[in-house]
């Protein structure tokens, strides 16, 4: 019977593996240059990474003192946005859903600082920082929020449906917009372009049949896919260990390999991003999973008061520990790359930048009805006129 109990016991308990890095203040500065417009030399704690059928990113990183403070700064540009959307909503100025990304600036601002104008990015509703960084504005994204013609969609798309030239949305189904990406790779593969589709994700989304069909058709043909799930332990109202069996969720590709990485830490977040693009595009290997361990402060959407599932200890206990912003602000303060009256400075900045946009975006008038109908083709595809509700309601372009 001790032996069957041992058994049973050993069924239960987890394989001794170290658990993923989530701290956002481990990186060490292995060297400082004198010339501080040269790289500094960081070296990431190892446990900042798990890998699966792949080897680990260098632990040592090469970032410039301006690339750590430019960061700074967007993170907090984006964590200012998302709090005056946060108050925009509550005064009932903003309505409908509204997924915010509180706490996740990490993972937003680390990716687009690893990859270039020519990658294509693609996520689902939690998009506003990425619509910003990758080529929108803050006063496009708060007045699309408010249904105003100055927003980056017109008015008409909402929190979910936002897009550049090279950022493909804000997609509202769950799990939908990894197929797409791994359409925009075979484009990019189809045209020999030298250029990476990150297509973001969530844990929730990672049991959608759709997901692992795009990773089977990613790896039969090799494409420059980077598919990117962004575990910040809750999908909805439900924990990571509730919905899936196995919540290492980098090691679900099957014959894809896979990188587990601290997304609270900004600068393992860029080391991996870097990684997974000399994967796809320099190297040529196919497609990667990336998985960043990250948390949200809010609910799942603002309807959501996200205290029901977990506690407030435990939000606490991230704000004031975890923080990424806080721990950037942590290396750049002790390596002397900043002081803290220069970097309230740029906390400044970026709450004055905001606060702007925002009232700038307020004044932007509604969309007309006749905007209705516009928009729904691509430009210059679009028929002479649009059928209305009745046969007889006919609309001219």
């Known amino acids: 019977m001790a032996s069957l109990a041992r058994f049973r016991a050993s069924r239960r308990l987890p394989q001794l593996v170290r658990a993923i890095q989530t701290s956002a203040d481990t990186t060490q500065l292995q060297e400082k240059p004198a010339d501080l417009s040269q790289p500094l030399t960081l070296r990431l704690s190892e446990d900042s990474f798990h890998t699966f059928n792949c080897d680990m990113p260098e632990l040592d990183v090469q970032v410039t003192k301006n690339q750590l403070l430019d960061m700074y700064k967007k993170m907090t540009t984006m964590r200012r946005m998302e709090m005056a959307a946060d108050a925009l909503y509550k005064a009932k100025l903003i309505r409908g859903f509204c997924h915010l990304a509180i706490g ?80 925009i790779a075979f484009t990019q593969k189809y045209l020999g372009s030298d250029s990476a589709t990150f297509a973001l994700y969530g844990d929730g989304a990672s049991n959608q049949g759709q997901v692992f069909e795009a990773f089977n058709m990613a790896k039969l043909w090799d494409l420059p896919c980077v598919f990117v799930c962004e575990n910040n332990k809750y999908g909805m109202g439900t924990s990571a260990e509730r919905s899936s069996s196995n919540t290492a969720y980098y090691t679900r590709g099957d014959k894809i390999p896979g990188l587990q990485v601290n997304g609270m830490d900004i600068v393992a977040t860029l080391q991996a991003v870097r990684y997974a693009r000399d994967w796809t595009v320099k190297e040529k290997k196919g497609p990667l999973l990336l998985e960043f361990v990250t948390y949200r402060y809010g609910g799942h959407s603002m309807s959501d008061p996200g205290t029901t599932y977990r506690t407030r200890e435990e939000v606490q206990r991230m704000r004031s520990t975890q923080d990424p912003i806080r721990g950037l602000q942590r290396y750049i303060e002790e390596w002397g790359l900043a002081t803290e009256q220069e970097l309230k400075q740029l906390d400044k900045e970026a709450k004055a930048a905001v606060d702007e946009a925002v009232e700038e975006a307020k004044k932007s008038p509604e969309p007309l009805v006749e905007d209705l109908w516009t928009d729904i083709y691509y430009k210059g595809t679009e028929p002479p006129f649009m059928r209305g509700r009745e046969r007889e309601e006919v609309h001219h372009y």
């Open 104 to 183: 996740q600036e990490a993972v937003s601002v680390g990716l687009e600082e690893g990859i270039t104008s020519e990658d294509r990015v693609i996520t689902s509703y939690r998009c506003h920082p990425l619509a910003v960084l990758r080529g929108g504005t803050i006063k496009g994204v708060i007045a699309e929020l408010l249904g105003r013609q100055a927003g980056m969609s017109h008015g008409k798309g909402g929190s979910m449906h936002i897009f550049t030239p090279s950022f493909f949305g804000g997609n509202g189904i769950v799990g939908a917009q990894v197929p797409l990406g791994a359409g």
